[in-house]
């Protein structure tokens, strides 16, 4: 796969930081978006070309600024999502709000959905709602889970 417009997310607390693969993928010349709230349980992606830029929001997560250009989310090739917990069938556990839910269920079918998680934060099953959105891969420092095993 050959993601030219990917969406990363900036590491709070405890996440996997996702700072080297923006530093790599940047240096590549593709086009990095981070998630900035945008209004009540939503988010919109925003084009960032130096990780600085980005400011704490009211929750200390790093977000871009509103000078930055948003990247519509029908334009994304690839999308990195935290989570607390993940499991063997592509589940994630969050924070509780559903952001990435709601933005998972708009992008297109083609779009790679991936997690990036420590070894220890999968599970071999979570408690799923209709609504939760599966993830096409986990990343590990172990390995990866792809879709087939994501099943």
């Known amino acids: 796969m050959s ?3 990917i969406g990363l997310y900036a590491a709070f607390d405890n ?6 693969a923006f530093e790599g993928c940047r240096a590549e010349g593709r086009t990095l978006a981070f998630p ?11 084009q960032v070309s130096h990780y600085e830029e980005m ?12 000078a930055s250009p948003q ?3 029908d334009d994304l090739d690839l999308v990195v999502v935290p989570g607390v917990a993940f499991d ?12 990435y839910d709601r933005l998972l269920q708009k992008l297109r079918p083609e779009v ?20 939760d959105q599966r993830l096409k891969r986990i990343i590990t420092e172990k390995g990866f889970l792809n879709s087939d095993t994501c099943s």
């Not at 996440?15 to 080297?20: A, C, G, I, S």
């Not at 063997?88 to 952001?99: E, I, K, Q, S």
């Open 3 to 5: 993601a030219q417009k």
């Open 36 to 46: 900035k709230i945008s209004g009540p349980r939503s988010m919109i992606f925003m």
């Open 15 to 20: 996440e996997v930081d996702t700072r080297l």
């Open 88 to 99: 063997r069938n592509g589940h994630r556990l969050g924070f509780g709000a559903g952001y």
């Open 112 to 131: 790679m959905t991936v997690g990036f998680a420590y070894g220890f934060q999968v599970v071999d099953r979570l408690p799923a709602a209709g609504h």
């Open 55 to 66: 400011v704490p929001n009211k929750w200390g997560i790093p977000e871009p600024t509103d």
């Open 71 to 73: 990247v519509l989310t």
